[in-house]
């Protein structure tokens, strides 16, 4: 087992403390995903949409387990690159593994920028009307040149800006639950009817698989921590209690958000609205105030996006330093200290996106690409890893193992399936791909398994 106090990437500046971590990794979770899906859920789950947010909840919890527990044991830069290649071995499988995940990152990143920036223009249009077609693409585009213009500086001053979108994030959800106590007037269940004994019914329903696609779209980035483990302090502590901490929070925050829109705008009526917090806000406090509502909703998928490029922009460089995926990923800027090359390729990918796909294409495609090798595959590369090494060394160790790890690739595996078989196939299609291309990359420099 390696040195767990050792990274590989010495060249990156561990300045990155609790609240900055916590902080990047909620704003990355709140992005416009609550804000477009919660309208989705209620037209899903009817009146018992709570419930889908709790799912989503649940298998966040045991998720972050395991992400806890491989991130304390390997703060390294690029997250799961580095747990599935020592998982599946660093020469054989494991090599297969990492580079199939870093060539999904090259596609699903920049779709993950791509969706928020899209649905940033979205609620845009509340304020500005974008009545032709390349309006909305124009405000796309520009959102993510501006991401990359912001977060091409030093880690340390972009912990600060992180804490500093994080407040905005709090503020408009604390806004909008605040306005939901003092001004409900609808019941919202949070049981179904007939209580405990019709909720395994519920929860193994078709209608639960849809609506838990998007309730956990909207829960990713607990994780991103572990991206940025090599720019942490002390990662062997808080790494774990930033992951917890954000599902937790964010868990919360959702619950929360959600009884307070339904105990004043009736589902019926919420599933169909287009901007729900703007309509929400306006019934509440007058048309003023929903603009400036809307505002804060283009702040927090801003700063959303603003960590979600942040984090995935050193897995490629990861993968590169380690000689394993093109070598131009691997250049750090010479004075800023960051891995510039990586997000500017990723940004550039993600502003091609954001002008050519719709909301509605990539969430699911988004979810069902990833299940596969990032989350399945990092699942069962924690049981191999704790049956090759024991868990003597491990810094973080969870509770009641390997029930946690049993029930996420599960459920996982249920969540795969209830994107449709059309995601599933292009998720297949991706993969199929990256196979090819992993064993061209290998044949080019003879290594296995040639």
């Known amino acids: 087992m390696t040195d767990l106090n050792a990274s590989s990437h010495p060249t990156l500046r561990r300045n990155l403390g609790l609240v900055q971590a916590t902080a990047l990794n909620m704003i990355d979770m709140v992005g416009i995903g609550p804000f477009v899906t919660l309208p989705l859920v209620m037209g899903f789950m009817g009146p018992y949409f709570l419930l889908a947010w709790l799912v989503g909840a649940g298998l966040s919890i045991v998720d972050g387990l395991i992400w806890s527990e491989l991130g304390a044991a390997y703060p390294e830069a690029g ?55 390349w309006q909305p693409k124009l405000v796309s585009g520009v959102v993510v040149l501006s991401l990359i213009a912001l977060l091409y500086r030093r880690i340390e001053a972009i ?32 049981l179904p009817a007939g209580g405990f004994s019709a909720l395994p019914g519920v929860l193994l329903s078709a209608a639960m698989g849809q609506a838990a696609v998007k309730t ?74 929903a603009k400036v509502a809307t505002g804060l909703v283009l702040w927090v998928a801003f700063a959303s996006l603003f960590a979600v490029l942040l984090g995935y922009s050193r897995i490629p460089y990861a993968a590169a330093a380690d000689g394993e995926f093109l070598p131009i990923f691997a250049k750090v800027h010479p004075t800023k200290q960051f891995p510039h090359v990586s997000l500017l390729i990723l940004g550039g990918i993600g502003f091609v996106f954001s002008l050519l796909f719709k909301l509605s294409e990539v969430i699911s495609a988004i979810l069902a690409m990833r299940i596969l090798v990032q989350f399945v595959g990092q699942a069962v590369g924690l049981l191999l890893l704790r049956r090759r090494l024991g868990a003597a060394q491990l810094p973080f160790r969870m509770p009641l193992y390997p029930a946690p790890v049993l029930i996420a ?13 059309q995601f599933m196939a292009s998720g297949l299609v991706v993969i199929a791909f990256g196979v090819l291309a992993f064993l061209l990359w290998s044949r080019s420099r003879r290594q296995w398994p040639f």
């Open 409 to 421: 690739i599960t459920v996982w595996l249920l969540i795969f399936w209830s994107t449709g078989l």
């Open 216 to 289: 956990i779209y909207s829960y990713l980035g607990y994780y991103n921590v572990c991206h940025l483990g090599a720019e942490v302090r002390d990662p062997q502590r808080l790494i774990p209690r930033s992951i917890l901490l954000s599902i937790l929070g964010i868990m919360t925050l959702y619950l929360l958000l959600n009884w307070s829109v339904g105990s004043v705008i009736p589902w019926q009526e919420a599933m169909h609205s287009k901007f729900i917090v703007s309509t929400f806000v306006e019934r509440l406090y007058g048309a003023t105030a």
């Open 79 to 133: 997250g799961s690159y580095r747990f599935l290649k020592l998982a599946y071995g660093e020469h054989k499988w494991g090599r297969l593994m990492s580079f199939l995940y870093v060539w999904q990152t090259l596609v699903q990143a920049p779709l993950v920028v791509a969706s928020g920036a899209i649905g940033f223009a979205q609620y845009f249009g509340y304020l500005v009307p974008l009545t032709q077609w």
């Open 159 to 190: 912990g600060r800006l992180g804490v500093m979108l994080w407040l905005g994030v709090l503020g408009l959800m604390g806004w909008l639950i605040v306005g939901g106590v003092t001004h409900a007037t609808q019941p919202v269940a949070w």
